[in-house]
Every structure is written in structure tokens, then in C-alpha cells.
């Protein structure tokens, strides 16, 4: 597979399911991303890893944990979510951690119950 | 503070015609500019971006976008729609210091009618 691939594409999950999304890049590249998507709101940057290391931790809540054991995978477990949380749940990577180009995979459709 | 405003969240052309979407951004550092595009139950691409240089980019599938240091925009435009264009836009602005961290516009949401 080429770019970067997320799964699953859809998840159904109740409020006190535990559940992860994974996402996997293949451009060799050394940041990756999580963001959200809600309907009518602009991307919310959530979480950033550059070379396995988390950088930057916006604000998100503690039922979002963020895990990158390698540069090529980047998981997030979820745990306890609200309805709030449903959403699409985009990956993202680069090259380096600054200003280059994001490229993004194709998302997890999450719905909470 | 840093945001991104797309003032338009939605915009109908009819296929040839041509296709100006709006961006403004307010940032504190010398930016860099993106335009994405996201078509329904995908993720976003990239069509253009401006870091420096000249200040008219060329992108994929036809689009162009022009900075305007004086008017903090950066317009995205397309001289000839085609009913495949219809999609979401989204203008997005970051730095080189900034960690990845990019702000996006809240998007546009465009139709294209026969």
C-alpha cells in the first residue's frame, strides 16, 4: 500500500467501550498527526509526533491516549468517549515536524452511542 | 491570534464557469500557506502551496492560488470548473517553527451545476 492508510474506516462504539484507531504511513516519513473532524468546525490538531516523540498535546482530553511506537505507526486508544466525540478521526503525516507538506489518510468515521 | 476565516461556506458555479475561493489568515509569523481538497468520505489533499517566492502557485488539476502579503489572502482560483471539482476546500496556514502545527479555515463547501 502506498500513502497513508487508516483503520478501521468506520466505528460504532458505547460510552464505555475501549476501542483504538491505527493509522500507518508508508512515505517514510518522520511526523505524524491526529486531528478531528466535527461537522460546520475547522480540523482540530490533537495530537504530533516527530521521530516518536510527542510534541504537541492540544488540550485534548485523557480519554484520547495517543501511542507512536515507531515512525511509521500511529495509534489512538480511546476509552470512556462522549457522543460529543463522534466525528472523523483524520491521520496525518510529513516529512519533518515544521511547515512541510501534511499528507493526510482517509479517516475513521467514529460514532459514539 | 492565529486563525483562518473562509468567509464563504458554501458556493455554487455552473461547470466552465470560473472559481475564486476566499481565504484571510492572521498569523504572527512569516506563513505558510496551503489549500486542501476533500471530497466526501476521503481525507484531504493537497492541491497547492506557498512557502516563498512568487507569489502566484500553480497546484493540481487546474487550480492556482495567488498570496497577497498586503491583504494577509491567499485566494484559490480555477479559470474553468469541472463537476468533478465539487468538493470541500480548506485554506490552511503554519510556519516553520510551529512544530506542524496548522490552522485551518473552516472550509468551503463547493457544488457545481450542470
Known amino acids: 500500500e502506498t500513502g497513508v492508510t487508516q483503520t478501521p474506516r468506520h466505528l460504532v462504539m458505547g460510552m464505555t467501550n475501549k476501542k483504538s484507531l491505527k493509522c500507518e504511513q508508508h512515505?517514510?516519513?518522520?511526523?505524524m498527526y491526529w486531528y478531528k473532524q466535527s461537522a460546520k468546525k475547522p480540523l482540530e490538531l490533537m495530537f504530533v509526533y516527530s521521530l516518536e516523540e510527542r510534541v504537541e498535546n492540544n488540550s485534548v482530553p485523557s480519554r484520547f491516549s495517543p501511542e507512536c511506537p515507531n515512525s511509521s505507526h500511529l495509534f489512538l486508544h480511546l476509552h470512556t468517549l462522549q457522543p460529543e466525540d463522534s466525528a472523523l478521526y483524520l491521520c496525518a503525516s510529513s516529512q519533518g515536524g515544521g511547515a512541510d507538506t501534511q499528507y493526510f489518510g482517509p479517516g475513521t468515521r467514529l460514532t459514539v452511542l | 491570534a492565529q486563525s483562518v476565516t473562509q468567509p464563504d461556506i458554501h458556493i455554487t458555479v455552473s461547470e466552465g464557469a470560473s472559481l475564486e475561493l476566499r481565504c484571510n489568515y492572521s498569523?504572527?509569523?512569516?506563513?505558510?500557506l496551503f489549500w486542501y481538497v476533500q471530497s466526501p468520505g476521503q481525507g484531504l489533499q493537497l492541491l497547492l502551496k506557498y512557502f516563498s517566492g512568487d507569489t502566484l502557485v500553480q497546484g493540481i488539476k487546474g487550480f492556482e492560488a495567488e498570496f497577497k502579503r498586503s491583504q494577509s489572502s491567499f485566494n484559490l482560483r480555477k479559470p474553468s470548473v469541472h463537476w468533478s471539482d465539487a468538493a470541500e476546500y480548506f485554506c490552511a496556514v503554519g510556519a516553520r517553527n510551529q512544530g506542524g502545527k496548522l490552522i485551518f479555515g473552516q472550509g468551503t463547501e463547493l457544488s457545481v451545476k450542470p
Open positions: 512515505l517514510g516519513h518522520n511526523a
Open positions: 498569523y504572527g509569523a512569516t506563513p505558510y
